[in-house]
């Protein structure tokens, strides 16, 4: 049982983290970069974040790499 708080706890503050993270995100600009596609037909929006998930992309794999490599 002690196990399962520690795990909920450590997911508890990864959402919160995560959320921060957003919060910064959009206010530096991510989301709205060139490569962002918006189409809007009517009451209809699809938007397409296209640059910012390959630069999500690009940071979480030179950070993984970093704390992973042995």
Known sequence: ME???RTMIIIGLLVAV???????AGRIGLGRLPG???????NA???FPLATSIIVSLLLTLLLNL????
């Open 3 to 5: 196990q399962m708080a």
């Open 18 to 24: 995560a959320g921060f993270i957003f919060l910064i």
């Open 36 to 42: 962002d596609f918006m189409f809007r037909r009517g």
């Open 45 to 47: 929006t699809f938007y």
């Open 67 to 70: 704390l992973f490599r042995k």
